[in-house]
């Protein structure tokens, strides 16, 4: 046998192996719906209202606005931003997006004007996709001009664009609809999803395709689905968050068809259920506790419902017996962060009935999690210590910050800020936030950014913000400040809420604003917040 044929056979040695081209062993996001395109054709892929686009359609249509945003001179890796509320539109652009090997910059739609100013100048966008209903608010359209971003209208049902400006619907009219020749490494950079920080800023948190593309087959097979089964998603929660984007991507890449409503409305949620037969609900504890208080509940045939997922924060057994007894026989926990795509660990349905309390379950099926000491030894069972995560589908890292990124992936390990403790069973339970965010009504809200702006006001001595139980928002966004000796008298409440309201958020603004004569510190002069969620722990949930 001659000796090139024998080197072939036998092989090369690895460091003159040649390089696969990326595409043929690629996997990226806008791979999963070409590739189920070929597979599901004309299978149901989104629902919105009265309109039904198949995975052949929603393939099609993702590329001509793939060719569309190439055609504008946008390079690979360039970063494209998106503020806009769930829509058919929404995740048409995003797969565009991802298929023309741009980058996706998701901004939360309800963040205030300065926040999102921010999130467009760190992450250098220059083009942004925006519905036109936020396009019409004149702080959007000053900013956007401002800082020179070009908009891309997304434009819905009953809107009227503005003349001149480029509207999704426009792109996708036109252009192939193939997908692009873009040579795109499943290691490159996907997304930047800008999560809260404890600064007071947003960190981008830089996910490649193949760490979000990781966890997609993990969630189908915790959650039971497949193909054959072919599961009718809700997809309720909104999309720039990495929970149902999550669940978006996973449900695309069995064959699933994803049911997508613009906000959670307890008896729209209903009539969706019913009308689509929704199999795989998704939402928050307080948006379960809804439904099942609404007054249609007994009128709508519920009995599609197979499972239901709920994210954020553990139920109480009373809430969540009542929904096993009343709603859906199989309720599932699953947890994450943008750091770490969700779903990074499960409090599985068959556990709902025999353990109570804060639960977060085990690692799933890509994901290993453990409880770490201070100097980076694992902890055994009954030992408290933050929380930290092994997996594929960990982050690339902090945009521009090199020094969070290595505190945050310490001892080789993903640092999730929580800490807990393991049961002898090797449940993960949950016991506190080392970062003291307030995870509110889905939101996840730092409180020193609260702080701050609280401290900015002259009336204001000291100021102390804390997440307390609240059924309907999970934790409630509480304020407790003392006043400066010289403020005015009529310096109450209210007059710090409206504060507040300039600078924050709607979702930031805290529930309530408690005046005390001095917050509890320690020797050192810290604020002790332990002390205040002790004191005021049932300050929602009495009487």
């Avoid at 070009?150 to 664009?161: A, F, I, N, R």
């Avoid at 999704?168 to 873009?182: K, S």
Wanted: aromatic residues 6%.
């Amino acid at each position: 046998m001659p000796a090139a044929t024998t080197t072939a056979v036998t092989g090369l040695a690895p460091s003159s192996a040649p390089r696969l081209h990326a595409r043929i062993s690629r996997v990226t996001l806008g791979d999963v719906i070409h590739r189920s395109a070929r597979r599901f054709g004309d299978r149901t892929a989104l629902i919105e209202g009265e309109h039904r686009l198949s995975y052949r359609a929603l393939d099609a249509a993702s590329n001509r606005f793939a060719h569309h945003l190439l055609g504008l001179g946008l390079a690979k890796g360039a970063r494209v931003g998106m503020l806009c509320n769930n829509s058919t539109q929404m995740v048409i652009a995003m797969l565009g997006i991802q298929k023309a090997g741009l980058v996706w910059v998701p901004i939360n739609t309800a963040l205030a004007v300065d926040a999102i100013g921010y999130i467009l100048a760190h992450a250098e966008v220059r083009h942004v996709v925006i519905d036109n209903a936020l396009h019409a608010k004149p702080e959007l359209r000053e900013l956007l001009q401002a800082t020179g971003v070009s908009p891309l209208l997304c434009v819905l049902d009953g809107d009227t664009p503005p003349p001149g400006l480029a509207t999704v619907p426009q792109a996708i009219a036109q252009g192939p609809g193939t997908l692009p020749d873009v040579d795109i490494d499943s290691t490159d950079l996907a997304l930047i999803m800008y999560t809260s920080g404890t600064t007071g800023r947003q960190k981008g948190v830089m996910h490649s395709h193949a760490s979000v593309h990781s966890v997609l087959l993990s969630n189908m097979v915790e959650w039971g689905s497949s193909p054959e089964r072919a599961d009718v998603w809700s997809s309720v929660l909104p999309l720039f968050h990495c929970g149902q984007h999550t669940v978006l991507m996973s449900a695309l890449s069995v064959g699933g068809a994803v049911v997508v409503l613009r906000g959670f409305d307890p008896g729209a949620m209903l009539a969706a259920i019913e009308r689509h037969r929704i199999t795989v609900a998704v939402g928050l504890p307080m948006m379960y506790g809804a439904l099942l208080a609404h007054p249609q509940r007994a009128t709508r045939d519920l009995s599609s419902l197979r499972l239901c997922v709920y994210a954020m924060a553990p139920m109480s057994r009373t809430l969540l017996l009542r929904l096993l007894d009343e709603f859906c026989p199989s309720f599932a926990l699953v947890s994450g962060q943008t750091e770490m795509y969700p779903g990074a660990t499960i409090f599985e349905a068959s556990e709902q009935r025999k353990r109570f309390g804060s639960y977060w379950g085990v690692g799933t099926l890509v994901n290993e999690v453990a409880v770490m000491g201070d100097g980076g030894e694992l902890l055994p069972p009954g030992q408290v210590g933050e929380i930290v995560f092994r997996g594929p589908n960990v982050m690339l890292g902090y945009y521009k910050d090199p020094e969070a990124t290595a505190n945050a992936q310490r001892f080789s390990w993903h640092h999730s800020g929580d800490l807990g403790r393991m049961d002898d069973d090797g449940q993960l339970i949950f016991l506190d936030r080392l970062k003291d965010m307030v995870k509110s009504g889905g939101e996840n809200v730092p409180s020193i950014k609260v702080e701050e702006v609280l401290l900015r006001h002259p009336g204001v001595m000291n100021a102390a913000v804390v997440g307390l139980p609240h059924e309907h928002w999970g934790e409630a966004i509480t304020a407790f400040v003392t006043r400066r000796p010289d403020a005015p008298a009529d310096f109450d409440e209210a007059a710090l809420t409206a504060h507040c309201k300039e600078h924050l958020g709607g979702f930031e603004v805290p529930k309530q604003i408690i005046f005390l004569a001095a917050l509890p510190m320690t020797s050192t002069g810290k604020i002790q917040k332990f002390e205040l969620r002790k004191a005021h722990q049932d300050n929602y949930t009495r009487g």
